[in-house]
């Protein structure tokens, strides 16, 4: 099953260097008990949460910011599919011919942050709007040297894909 694989895909012995240098995003992301964790900042002033972690605060125009961990789930707060091959930056060395569709969204966070974000689903029928979803890790393209960019993706939770007709 999907879940599974993407949980054994993301589960990374913490003393692996490799791993974050295969990371497209790796300034943002942590490992805790081998699992990716999402990292912002947090305003020491009026508690504003951002991702990515910014320097100062929108709100109070604090400079005075902390590291906070986003947190590894949320919910499906809006989707769509990505039918068209990216540009640059974005594109991940697919061709027109070997291009596959796929998910985009915005998962909401536990601290209210909306994370933009691949999802490792592209079946409509399987995403839903306030469905429970959980952050993995997955290749998305290749190095010229032929090593496997990482980057981060959400998934429907087990319950979800499982249950009834939810996903």
Sequence with gaps: ????????????????????SRLA????LTLSDGLPRL???RCRNCGEVYFPAGDGCTSCRSTS????????????????IQNFLPKAP????ETEADFKPYGVGY??????VKIESRLSV???????IGMPMTLAVKPYGKAPEG??????VFFPTQQTMEGTGNG
Excluded at 12 to 19: F, S
């Design 107 to 112: 998962v909401e966070m536990v601290s209210g």
């Design 147 to 152: 090593e496997s960019i990482l980057t981060f």
């Design 25 to 28: 995003c790796s300034h943002l």
């Design 90 to 93: 974005y594109n991940s060395g």
């Design 122 to 128: 592209a079946d409509p029928a399987k995403l839903k």
């Design 1 to 20: 099953m999907i879940y599974e694989r993407l949980i054994h895909d993301t589960r990374m012995d913490e003393g692996m260097p490799a791993y974050q």
């Design 65 to 80: 910011m902390d590291s906070f961990d986003i947190g590894r789930e949320g919910i499906l707060w809006s989707w769509t």
């Design 39 to 41: 990292i912002g900042s």
